[in-house]
T-cell receptor
Framework: AQKITQTQPGMFVQEKEAVTLDCTYD???????LFWYKQPSSGEMIFLIY??????QNATEGRYSLNFQKARKSANLVISASQLGDSAMYFC???????????????FGKGTKLSVKP | ETGVTQSPTHLIKTRGQQVTLRCSSQ?????VSWYQQALGQGPQFIFQ???????GRGNFPPRFSGLQFPNYSSELNVNALELDDSALYLC??????????????FGPGTRLLVL
């Protein structure tokens, strides 16, 4: 079963507007971390923001915030005041506390391509 | 920039050949994870090294192997290359393998093309 689902293959947003990128996840582990990464065309994965399963408040990092709804198992990324440089692929990822045979690995979704229009 | 470097940036090989990819971790990080990212997909976990020992492995065959050195740099070796091995290979470093909150920092990747 897919653990991370990103249902938006591509999104467009006007410069200076806000945009929400969707992410739902599936786990039976009560302890887990959720991560968002940005991948420009150059290929490097750039860490944006982290949310822990026990965190009471939604995470924020500058223009990035995470809308964490634990009961719905969703962790949507909100980018405020979009900039042209925000155009990239965005990946949601999860790490579970009980790693099993793949200790420490991140499980990624298929990503959303964000295009910011001037 | 994360301080994680990878070499080479691009590589072209033919089917059946062997390849070695290299990664230098961010200073202070003792854990390296390798991921394969096929075109249009999210990264898939290959394996992780912690203090020079393999610490977990994803669903990849034994022809994918690795090493971690005392300075925490790392190699990914792939034998008997197949066309489907064409992908972006990413390494990520972090400070510990025990904490699910630990952030992994990625390098720029190596683009491998198998002909």
């Amino acid at each position: 079963a897919q653990k991370i689902t990103q249902t938006q293959p591509g999104m467009f947003v006007q410069e200076k507007e806000a945009v929400t990128l969707d992410c739902t996840y599936d786990t039976s582990d009560p302890s887990y971390g959720l991560f968002w990464y940005k991948q420009p065309s150059s290929g490097e994965m750039i860490f944006l923001i982290y949310q822990g399963s026990y965190d009471q408040q939604n995470a924020t990092e500058g223009r990035y915030s995470l809308n964490f709804q634990k009961a719905r198992k969703s962790a949507n990324l909100v980018i405020s005041a979009s900039q042209l440089g925000d155009s990239a692929m965005y990946f949601c990822a999860m790490r579970e506390a009980s790693y099993g045979g793949s200790q420490g690995n991140l499980i990624f979704g298929k990503g959303t391509k964000l295009s910011v229009k001037p | 920039e994360t301080g994680v470097t990878q070499s080479p940036t691009h590589l072209i090989k033919t089917r059946g050949q062997q390849v070695t990819l290299r990664c230098s971790s961010q200073s202070g990080h003792n854990t390296v994870s390798w991921y394969q990212q096929a075109l249009g997909q999210g990264p898939q976990f290959i394996f992780q090294y912690y203090r020079e020992e393999e610490n977990g492995r994803g669903n990849f065959p034994p022809r994918f192997s690795g090493l971690q050195f005392p300075n925490y740099s790392s190699e990914l070796n792939v034998n008997a290359l197949e066309l489907d091995d064409s992908a972006l290979y990413l390494c990520a470093s972090s400070t510990t393998t025990r904490d699910f909150k630990e952030t992994q920092y990625f390098g720029p990747g190596t683009r491998l093309l198998v002909l």
